[in-house]
């Protein structure tokens, strides 16, 4: 035994003797692979909410493989005479009711619109403009937030989140100054930082939302235009980085989760944890104690929310 080194095993957790292959240099200097994940968006884009349970998953588990932008895409400048969007049969904000609820519909991220007859939204350069503001003063985890906060306000809350006051209350409840940063976007210069994400969006050739664009070090990419399974994204970054196989994070806990996301539906905890619709219930039951979250219901899909 003195003529031999000796090895404790990290997985069998046995001590004896080492092999020969246990002495030999070892590289850390691993290749390291560049991608730009470009997300163009906006805050009252329905397939873009109804993507929020994949993209989250995408990003918590792969994230360590890409650099993630938000690009705000401008759908919508102001309500006109003509057709704003013709293949939905769009001409108003009325028009935009069934649309919204349908796609909240087929992917189970609720959408009420009412909001659209009551108190319409008349565009969504406002919002994106606070997103910008607080996005350029170094705070891109919290303008995704604000973003979040933003559609469930307009989407499940029937809340005109191009409304002063409105806006206002999103940011504060961030911890920001909301009156302040609201001022900001208001001005020139916010406009300003929303016209070079337009021209970003345009030069990457976009022309509808969610769209995302992986891009590597030598400006070859992978465009997926739409709301697209789980798979999907994870198949386009093995492909943009030229690896066989990745290696993704575990998920985050769910307590972990909510304390990070205050609110999650069904659906989003479903694509999280690979679970079905009717497990998700013991599912909550079984990862928090019930004095950390309530459950609710709204058009027909439960949710949690921290307490």
């Not at 080492?18 to 884009?45: H, M, R, S």
């Not at 401008?74 to 309500?79: A, S």
């Not at 944890?273 to 219930?281: A, G, M, N, P, R």
Request: hydrophobic share 35%.
């Amino acid at each position: 035994m003195k003529n031999h080194p000796m090895v404790c095993d990290l997985e069998t957790g046995v001590c004896g003797v080492a092999g020969e292959e246990e002495l030999g240099i070892i590289d850390f200097n691993q290749p390291k692979k560049y991608i730009e994940v470009y997300y163009v968006t906006d805050p009252i884009c329905s397939h873009c909410w109804a993507l929020e349970p994949v993209l989250r998953r995408f990003i918590e588990q792969y994230g360590h493989y890409f650099n993630f932008h938000t690009i705000m895409g401008g759908l919508l400048e102001k309500w006109g005479d003509g057709p704003v969007d013709p293949a939905n049969g769009i001409s108003g904000p009325a028009d935009v009711v069934g649309h919204w609820r349908e796609v909240g519909e087929y992917y189970r991220m609720p959408i009420d619109g009412t909001v659209m007859m009551n108190n319409p939204v008349q565009s969504s350069y406002p919002p994106s403009r606070v997103f910008k503001v607080i996005q350029k003063n170094q705070h891109d985890a919290i303008a995704f937030e604000y973003l979040r906060r933003a559609r469930e306000a307009l989407f499940v809350f029937n809340q005109n989140i191009a409304d002063t006051s409105v806006m206002i209350d999103i940011v504060n409840r961030l911890g920001l100054d909301g009156v302040a940063i609201v001022n900001e976007s208001e001005q020139t210069s916010g406009q300003q930082l929303l016209n070079e994400d337009f021209d970003l969006a345009r030069n990457l050739g976009v022309r509808g939302f969610p769209t995302i664009i992986m891009m590597n070090e030598d400006n070859k990419g992978l465009k997926i235009v739409g709301g697209r399974p789980f798979v999907n994204y994870v198949e386009g970054l093995k492909q943009v980085l030229n690896f066989e196989e990745l290696q993704p994070k575990q998920q985050p806990s769910l307590l972990s989760l909510l304390g990070k996301e205050k609110l999650l539906f069904s659906k989003e905890i479903e694509v999280m944890y690979d679970l079905e619709k009717s497990e998700v219930i013991s599912y909550v039951k079984k990862e928090l104690s019930s004095d950390q979250y309530e459950m609710k219901e709204i058009l027909g899909e439960c949710y949690i929310t921290t307490k």
